[in-house]
């Protein structure tokens, strides 16, 4: 099958399982363990932030980075389709006691207006205190969007300016590295704290990390052990990331490559709506509406032919390209498509 549901499904290679089997490993909760310590320094180090927590997952992220900056009660600008308000399961609501304020960007990208509106102090008595925002890069549902910089740079100084601190959730913050070539650290330096997921398609089992000034990490590794998300001898988790932060990056380009010609593919497909232009990283979204099919109806016709893609909506679709679909795959992945939306008319 080439499966294409999300840059989860990713295995660790040969070489990365080699790497975890042989890890320096130690109890991680006590901090003793090397390898962990030493994916931490290299997440700071990327991202120019003074420390670095590993956790267990991005969704652990995105929940220890908004606990971090927030009181119960106060409440959070994102944007209305961010995986915390999407895919979170409420934990935001939960274990940190938000309210979110929605507000609805462009392919996931909104402006420094729209933040300065929603941060309206009102009175100070009626209103609850709004003191996070929170921006997605790339914006997954926003289909892999990639926040141009300026206007990042425009929502962080009006954040600062209006007293908010900002949390990027950079699941898949290095695809938008690779995509511009503009670094890491440059993309982060603006915001208080982020986080990258090494799960996706850096192709490793398990793990994201998150950074931040020592003060807010300190903070952070305190709500880490509060939620549970501290470890023992996760180094064998680390070795993974370590290897991937030093061998899968660059490599991003190819599923870059990979989710461009699928969406020029597509595009040519009858019935199927996209704007190949759209499609700036590795998320693919597309519409099936004018091929008379719903998005599951499509896309249990296409696992028949060996392809699995998300229905994400009525007529929606969403395919993610990854370190184990090669151009091959995605040449026989349009074939496919073509046999299903064809088949029907
Ligand atoms: C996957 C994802 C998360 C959650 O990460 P997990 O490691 O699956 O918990 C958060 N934000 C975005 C944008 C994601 O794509």
Redesign the pocket.
């Known amino acids: 099958m080439i499966d294409l549901i999300s840059d ?1 499904v990713t295995r660790p290679t040969p070489a990365m399982r080699r790497v975890m089997a042989e890890a320096e490993v130690g109890d991680e909760q006590l901090g003793e363990d090397p390898s962990v310590n030493r994916l931490q320094e290299m997440v700071a180090e990327l991202t120019g932030k003074e420390a670095a927590l590993f956790l267990p ?6 929940l220890v980075g908004i606990k971090v900056h927030t009181q119960p009660g106060d409440r959070i600008i994102i944007e209305r389709t ?3 308000v999407t ?2 399961a409420g934990g935001p609501g939960l274990v940190c006691g938000v309210l979110t304020y929605l507000v609805d960007g462009v392919r996931g990208v909104f402006t420094a207006e729209q933040v300065e509106a929603a941060a309206d102090p009102g009175d100070g008595v009626h209103t609850p205190p709004t003191t996070l925002v929170c921006i ?1 890069n ?3 549902r926003g289909g892999g969007k990639i926040w141009p910089i300026e206007t990042l740079q425009a929502v962080c100084a009006t954040a600062h300016r209006l007293g908010l601190k900002v949390h990027m ?1 950079g ?2 913050l290095l695809n938008a590295v690779v995509a511009t070539g503009l670094p890491a650290a440059t993309w982060c330096r603006s915001v208080d704290t982020v986080w990258i ?1 090494l ?2 398609g850096l192709g490793c089992p398990v793990g ?1 990390v998150l950074a931040g000034d020592d003060e807010t990490m300190r903070l952070a590794r305190r709500y880490k052990q509060m939620f549970g998300g501290a470890m023992r001898q996760a180094g064998i988790l680390a070795a993974a990331g370590i290897y991937a932060l030093q061998h899968h990056v660059e490599r991003l380009a190819e599923d870059h490559a990979n989710a461009r010609l699928l969406a020029e593919g597509l595009a040519e497909t009858p019935g199927i709506g996209l704007d190949p232009a759209e499609v700036e990283t590795n998320i693919v979204f597309f519409d099936v509406q004018n091929t008379g099919m719903t998005a599951a109806a499509f896309t249990e016709a296409l696992l028949a032919e060996g392809v699995r893609m998300g229905a994400v909506g009525r007529y929606r679709v969403r395919a993610v390209t990854h370190l184990d679909v090669t151009r091959q795959d995605i040449e026989r992945a349009i074939q496919a498509v073509r046999r299903v939306v064809l088949g029907r008319r």
Do not use: I
């Open positions: 989860t997952s991005g969704t652990m992220c995105n961010a995986h915390p895919s979170e997605e790339t914006h997954n959730d699941a898949r997921d799960s996706k994201a």
